[in-house]
């Protein structure tokens, strides 16, 4: 089988999680951690999961699953060890078209969720296609070691000062040379060593004067608030 490999935007779409279990309470963060509006329909769960709810972080439902459930959902992980009721969450999200995940399941899923090495806005995900999430897991292990917190400083920076050419009207398609540029002149090492100075330098030198990298990342800052 091959997967269409593709990122969701799931900010603020009704996602549901079925099952309170350790595996459940994963998928919930993750869901979280992307804008999803979350229910979970469990008769039992996790201390993490009731801890959420407290929080109103969730909606949760102590109960059985019912196949009503899956109505008005964007997306639909079903995270429990029954395999009956893995087929009937499976079986009702087909019937209304929606996006559904099982866990450990890739025969009754339409999609598979990744291993994901993740650094702010710099994400890489590792598919096997669901033949080996052990592995997916391994290679995640190896690449976290390689690529660090600056990958997602420097996508903050490139973001603020694609913001500040937008917004100094230059045309989208005279960025490209001037991102490459940075990029094929370490701006990235020079990120990893915190060399500020040398980075306003380089700034200037490509962009022109009035681009220092303290005040861009606060305006990043500001704008992600």
Same mark, same amino acid.
């Given at each position: #089988?091959?997967?269409?490999?593709?990122?969701?935007?799931?900010?603020?779409?009704?996602?549901? *999680? *079925?099952?309170?279990?350790?595996?459940?309470?994963?998928?919930?963060?993750?869901?979280?951690?992307?804008?999803?509006?979350?229910?979970?329909?469990?008769? $039992? #769960?996790?201390?993490?999961?009731?801890?959420?709810?407290? +929080?109103?972080? %969730?909606?949760?439902?102590?109960?059985?699953?019912?196949?009503?459930? *899956?109505?008005?959902?964007?997306? *639909?992980?079903?995270?429990?060890?029954? $395999?009956?009721?893995?087929?009937?969450?499976?079986?009702?999200?087909?019937?209304?078209?929606?996006?559904?995940? %099982? +866990?450990?399941?890739?025969?009754?899923?339409?999609?598979?969720?990744?291993?994901?090495?993740?650094?702010?806005?710099?994400?890489?995900?590792?598919?096997?296609?669901?033949?080996?999430? +052990?592995?997916?897991?391994?290679?995640?292990?190896?690449?976290?070691?390689?690529?660090?917190? $600056?990958?997602?400083?420097?996508?903050?920076? #490139? @973001?603020?000062?694609?913001?500040?050419?937008?917004?100094?009207? &230059?045309?989208?398609?005279? &960025?490209?040379?001037?991102?490459?540029?940075?990029? &094929? $002149?370490?701006?990235?090492?020079?990120?990893?060593?915190?060399?500020? &100075?040398?980075?306003?330098?380089?700034?200037?030198?490509?962009? @022109?004067?009035?681009?220092?990298?303290?005040?861009?990342?606060?305006?990043?800052?500001?704008?992600?608030?």
């Amino acid at each position: #089988m091959r997967y269409y490999p593709v990122n969701l935007d799931i900010q603020g779409r009704s996602c549901l *999680v *079925v099952g309170g279990g350790r595996v459940g309470a994963r998928k919930v963060k993750t869901l979280l951690q992307c804008g999803a509006v979350v229910t979970v329909v469990s008769p $039992e #769960m996790t201390s993490d999961i009731t801890g959420l709810a407290a +929080a109103e972080k %969730i909606t949760l439902e102590r109960r059985p699953y019912r196949s009503s459930d *899956v109505k008005g959902r964007f997306l *639909v992980i079903g995270a429990t060890d029954d $395999e009956v009721l893995n087929q009937r969450i499976h079986a009702d999200a087909e019937r209304f078209q929606l996006l559904c995940n %099982i +866990a450990d399941r890739p025969a009754i899923c339409n999609f598979t969720l990744p291993a994901i090495v993740r650094q702010g806005d710099f994400v890489m995900a590792i598919s096997t296609a669901g033949k080996s999430p +052990a592995f997916a897991k391994y290679i995640r292990q190896q690449l976290e070691t390689q690529f660090g917190p $600056e990958y997602g400083t420097l996508l903050d920076l #490139m @973001g603020a000062i694609r913001t500040r050419l937008l917004a100094e009207e &230059h045309a989208p398609e005279v &960025h490209k040379p001037l991102f490459e540029q940075l990029i &094929h $002149e370490d701006l990235l090492g020079l990120v990893r060593d915190g060399d500020s &100075h040398r980075i306003d330098r380089l700034l200037e030198r490509v962009l @022109g004067p009035g681009f220092v990298f303290d005040e861009l990342m606060s305006a990043n800052r500001l704008s992600g608030e």
